[in-house]
């Protein structure tokens, strides 16, 4: 019997089995993004094989993004073909199930943990974030960080700590925001805060924008707006049209999965302490 069984995925979960082989797990592994792995790594063709002969089960974070195939790299991986092979002795370890994966393991009686409910694992997670998103605007501007003015969107997990990491690195960190709650948090927090309906006004003086709410925010007008040296970073996707940002020549970024391409190392560590944890609790 494997202790694990590791499929689909980024880096992350890659250089999460190897950190599981050297601590003497055995592991089974399908489609990890990867090529060197621990000798106690056993790559295999069957998932039914794997899910029969192993006792715990990592599948990618998020778990998918059509709830139709697992979120793989290479392989078609049907999401059907996990849960009918699930078994009574899996436990299954992912991220971003929806409700009927969750209730079809209440049904079978199978153990299933969602890592993004773990408010430790999405802080840190926000690190990674962070620090990647950071570290991405200061080489895609050809401006100078130390005497632009910042623009933090937002202010969940991602938008705090982008905005407290900020402050040292730019001249002044403003926030914008419209949920009452975020705005008394930046203001406690020192920071310079408006609400969406005057970004138009404020807009131009921007060098550094950073958006991390899930909406639309950037309109053709916003656009217009920007001055001729402002990078909008996006961990979002869904900030501003992409195509009209290129028809603007606006210096527009998104950074789809930046924990599992640019912080893979910190993740799959901090995501093995908390597998192991769980799993001990269990016992």
């Not at 969406?196 to 899930?214: A, G, Q, V």
Request: charged fraction near 25%; aromatic fraction near 14%; charge should be positive.
């Amino acid at each position: 019997m494997f202790d694990f069984f590791i499929v689909g995925g980024d880096k992350r979960l890659s250089y999460m089995a190897n950190l599981l082989a050297y601590k003497n797990f055995k592991v089974l592994a399908y489609d990890l993004d990867g090529e060197n792995f621990n000798e106690n790594v056993k790559q295999i063709n069957s998932i039914k094989f794997a899910l029969k002969n192993s006792k715990n089960i990592i599948v990618p974070i998020p778990f998918s993004k059509d709830f139709i195939y697992l979120n793989s790299k290479n392989k078609k991986i049907y999401i059907e073909e996990i849960l009918c092979n699930l078994k009574n002795h899996n436990k299954l370890f992912g991220g971003g199930f929806n409700n009927k994966i969750l209730n079809f393991c209440e049904k079978k009686n199978f153990f299933i943990y969602d890592y993004l409910k773990n408010k430790k694992f999405v802080i840190n997670n926000s690190i990674n974030t962070s620090e990647a998103a950071i570290a991405k605007a200061i080489l895609k501007n050809p401006v100078n960080m130390h005497f632009s003015k910042c623009l933090i969107l937002g202010f969940g997990n991602c938008g705090k700590i982008i905005a407290k990491k900020l402050e040292n690195l730019c001249s002044k960190v403003f926030v914008c925001v419209n949920n009452e709650m975020e705005k008394e948090w930046a203001k406690a927090l020192g920071f310079s805060v408006f609400g969406l309906d005057s970004l138009r006004f404020k807009i131009e003086k921007f060098n550094y924008i950073f958006n991390t709410i899930p909406q639309k925010i950037f309109n053709c007008d916003l656009l217009d707006n920007l001055n001729k040296f402002a990078l909008i970073l996006d961990i979002t996707k869904f900030g501003a049209d992409k195509k009209e940002c290129e028809k603007k020549l606006v210096n527009y970024e998104y950074i789809p999965g930046i924990p599992g391409k640019f912080k893979f190392i910190s993740s799959a560590e901090y995501l093995t302490d908390v597998t192991l944890k769980i799993i001990k609790k269990l016992k």
